[in-house]
């Protein structure tokens, strides 16, 4: 198969035609909960995970479905209604469960119900949970519609939706100033990508007649001249906004002011891979474009090394957490970004990612929870005594990340690494010492929090937190480790009908990569303990060097903003204003007071006197006169 060949669905049939319940189960979810929630204050959030755990059984049944199914027609098309038609446009709604969107509704209605059911503890004394819960079933509803869709426009509705979700559940604490201005952040630098997609769109329907993806598939290598680079560039541009790429990743760190299963399923599992799954979706449009592979390439290795940077400087756990979502997804852009070659590694890693980010992320609520919600890891210290089973599972979720062997992230991101090199050596190079920073702020994290001595105050009792909570974690624990495994030799078979991909052979043992990547992440690990295990760590931050403080203030991206974006726009804002006062304001004013003198002098001539009015009417016929006789002279 070639890159560009394209393979159609086919029609729903038995099973697939219920494919909508995935969407309308978190839904219906989400309406009860926010619209009739007063009557099912207490049972609401179990309904939510119970509606969930219903969209997880439907996705899990289409696709053993799929896998018994012959190749050709793995791919289903399920039309639901006709949006609108105007002219020679027709746009339908329907779903597309493909390879590609049945293991992204996987992972969301998996992940997304683990957390669920972890919410149910974290959030079990906040006065309005039932609201979270609908929150978090409107979130689900709205990424499924997302990656379910079988066009871009709809595909538009469940980003806008997802964009609409978060702003909801970032902000949820709104009684914290913080968290209100990190939603609205969050909202605002979404809305510039999405004007990325919303002329992406555009640009195909005036090219194609249409936006379904099959559509736009078959209609690509038709295109003339630059517009393949010009739709891949905007739809980049709606990537970076989702997916927190450089430059539009500032909002992802503030975002973690949102409770922490919040930070879990948005910024570790789906909302923020919604970029790379878009990407790897419009492949047809990548393909044939190198320069617009080229963008995703750089924007995705700039961004895993930023993200890590930043990791590296951070003392908020939960924060160090959002610079390796950065990283991670940079790994995943890059990876999309070298094209056939990359596009099944990409997801690989990206499911993975799901499964021990988001471990990572509820472990980090379970210390908070034990912790009074104190969030700075130099207020930790041999926590693993306390929450072993914490530990124990974050531990997991670490090997992971860094690409222990065999655990899940050895196998997906080493292939990232390797796929790299074969593009660029520059670009292998700098993807292998982004490996080496995630090894060393990953151990610096758990020397942090579970090792050395105890740093916390007086009056925090650190304990471990309840069932509720620790089931999810050993589920995604596990899956941290055997995930790879398991997907590692299937995967690329599996997405090459959807992304046009083609499978490269794969081995347990490691390749001359391979070995060059584990050297690195030893050396990572090695250097963090030499620095943060073998001497006291101080309660209080030292000053740090240049580096360090560029690391704890987000590289500086929201001082960048301000300057070329913020500042420029007050400032043409204020010329406006000036402008205004001085043009528009002013001849207004000139006018009215022009005809104010007017009035003033009609008005002297009105003085009630008939004499008055006598001698006026005189002096007229006196004029017309004159007027008269001087007309006829001439």
Not at 133 to 145: H, R, S
Request: hydrophobic share 55%.
């Amino acid at each position: 198969m070639t890159p560009m060949e394209v393979v159609d669905p086919v029609a729903a049939t038995g099973l697939f035609g219920y494919a909508w319940l995935m969407i309308a189960l978190p839904a219906l979810g989400a309406l009860l909960l926010l619209v009739f929630g007063r009557w099912i204050e207490k049972i609401g959030p179990y309904l939510a995970v119970l509606l969930i755990a219903g969209s997880f059984v439907v996705a899990l049944l289409l696709f053993l479905q799929q896998l018994g199914s012959p190749a050709d027609q793995r791919a289903v098309s399920v039309p639901l209604y006709t949006w609108f038609a105007t002219g020679s446009w027709q746009i339908d709604v329907g779903l597309l469960v493909d390879q590609l969107s049945i293991l992204f509704a996987l992972l969301i209605t998996g992940v997304g119900g683990l957390i669920h059911v972890y919410s149910l503890g974290y959030m079990a004394h906040d006065e309005r949970r039932r609201r979270f819960f609908g929150y978090l079933n409107l979130f689900v509803a709205a990424m499924l519609t997302l990656v379910l869709a079988d066009n871009y426009l709809v595909l538009f509705v469940g980003w806008e939706g997802v964009g609409l979700a978060s702003y909801l559940l970032i902000g949820f604490w709104q009684h914290k100033p913080s968290a209100a201005a990190a939603a609205k952040k969050a909202f605002v630098m979404n809305r510039v990508g999405d004007f990325g997609m919303i002329l992406a769109i555009s640009t195909m329907l005036a090219m194609f007649g249409s936006s379904a993806f099959v559509d736009v598939n078959h209609g690509a290598p038709l295109l003339e001249g630059p517009w393949a680079t010009v739709i891949g560039l905007l739809l980049l541009l709606g990537a970076c906004g989702k997916s927190a790429q450089v430059p539009l990743q500032a909002w992802l760190l503030d975002a973690m002011e949102g409770p922490t299963p919040v930070s879990a399923l948005i910024h570790a599992a789906t909302m923020v891979t919604a970029g790379v799954y878009l990407v790897v979706r419009s492949h047809a449009i990548f393909d044939l474009s190198p320069d617009a592979q080229a963008a995703v390439v750089i924007v995705g290795t700039v961004t895993l090394l930023a993200g890590a940077w930043i990791g590296t400087a951070k003392d908020d756990i939960k924060k160090v957490l959002a610079g390796s979502t950065m990283s991670q997804i940079g790994y995943m852009m890059l990876a999309a970004g070298i094209g056939p070659a990359g596009y099944a590694f990409a997801i690989f890693h990206l499911l993975t990612h799901g499964a021990f980010k988001a471990n990572m992320f509820l472990g980090a609520g379970s210390v908070m929870h034990g912790m009074n919600d104190d969030v700075d890891m130099r207020h930790y210290g041999a926590l693993a005594k306390y929450l072993p089973l914490t530990f124990w599972t974050f531990g997991a979720g670490y090997l992971a990340i860094i690409g222990f062997p065999l655990t899940a992230g050895y196998f997906s991101k080493d292939h990232i690494i390797e796929a790299a090199f074969a593009r660029s050596p520059l670009v292998g190079s700098l993807a292998l010492l982004g490996a080496g920073v995630t090894a060393f702020y990953m151990t610096r994290l758990m020397l942090m929090t579970f090792g050395g001595r105890k740093r916390w105050v007086d009056g925090v009792h650190p304990h471990e937190s309840p069932a509720v909570m620790t089931v999810p974690l050993i589920v995604l624990g596990a899956l941290s480790l055997v995930a790879g495994a398991v997907m590692n030799s299937w995967i690329q078979g599996w997405l090459e009908p959807a992304t046009g991909g083609h499978p490269h052979e794969v081995s347990l043992l490691p390749t001359v990569v391979g070995w060059a990547t584990m050297i690195v992440v030893a050396a990572g690990v090695l250097v963090a303990w030499l620095v943060f295990g073998r001497r006291p760590i101080p309660a209080q931050a030292p000053a740090g060097n240049a580096i360090t403080v560029a690391g704890r203030n987000d590289l500086f991206g929201d001082a960048l903003n301000d300057a070329l974006v913020v500042q420029p726009v007050m400032g043409m804002s204020r010329a406006a204003v000036a402008n205004d006062a001085r043009t528009i304001e002013g001849f207004v004013h000139t006018l009215s007071t022009g005809i104010a003198g007017f009035s003033v002098v009609g008005r002297g001539t009105q003085t009630g006197y008939v004499r008055s009015y006598a001698l006026t009417m005189v002096l007229g016929v006196v004029a017309i006169g004159v007027v008269v006789i001087l007309g006829l002279g001439g």
